[in-house]
């Protein structure tokens, strides 16, 4: 069964550093999504991408973040200057926009430590 | 601000027995629901979506809408001790989650 795919699985890095994680959506969705979870909280949408180019974002998608597809597979999320309030899960997901529901598939996560 | 709502828990049922998981939702207008099941360290896995008023069953799992009460529940028959996870009730896309029910399950 097709899934969604995130790298690293575990990323540590140093306060002020810049970070890209990595998705590869389900092959024929065109909706993708990031999502993040700090320990112990809800999950948070942080911005959808559709037709190459941001579709919606929350107030937490501030400067310090972008997305991008390099190419046909892959699905980045770069966040510019880490602080240590961007520790958290890291979820990416995407959604078939041929299907007549909205549902979203998430990956596996990428656990962000920022000391 | 769009809200969903969950009681925490932890909701514990011994095996065998019916779990009853709730949410409610603030935006009226919301038209689709899901159910996630999260395991201690993992991504949110889907197990229903719900479109319409009434009940939509699958298998052990039956999710409930009432769109006038702005409520959306899930109840999970024959529990097991594997579905010991927390479950978050999401809104709309992009989802909008709870905080999630802690359910475990007794064996």
């Known amino acids: 069964e097709p899934e969604v795919t995130q790298t690293p699985s575990h990323q540590v890095t140093q306060m002020g550093q810049e970070v890209i994680l990595r998705c590869v959506p389900i092959s024929n969705h065109l909706y993708f999504y990031w999502y993040r979870q700090i320990l112990g909280q809800k999950v948070e949408f942080l911005v959808s991408?559709?037709?190459?180019?941001?579709?919606?974002k929350s107030e937490i998608f501030d400067d310090q973040f972008s997305v991008e597809r390099p190419d046909g597979s892959n699905f980045t999320l770069k966040i510019r200057s880490t602080k240590l309030e961007d520790s958290a899960m890291y979820f990416c997901?995407?959604?078939?926009?041929?299907?007549?529901?909205?549902?979203?598939?998430f990956g596996p996560g990428t656990r962000l430590t920022v000391l | 601000q769009k809200e969903v709502e969950q009681n925490s828990g932890p909701l514990s049922v011994p095996e065998g027995a019916i779990a009853s998981l709730n949410c409610t939702y603030s935006d009226r207008v919301s038209q689709s629901f899901f159910w996630y099941r999260q395991y201690s360290g993992k991504s949110p896995e889907l197990i229903m979506s719900i479109y319409s008023n009434g009940d939509k069953e699958d298998g052990r799992f039956t999710a409930q809408l009432n769109k006038a009460s702005q409520y959306v529940s899930l109840l999970i028959r024959d529990s097991q001790p594997s579905d010991s996870a927390t479950y978050l009730c999401a809104v709309n896309t992009p989802l909008v989650f709870g905080k999630g029910t802690r359910l475990s399950v007794i064996a």
């Open positions: 991408f559709y037709n190459n180019e941001i579709s919606e």
């Open positions: 997901a995407s959604e078939d926009a041929q299907s007549s529901t909205d549902t979203q598939y």
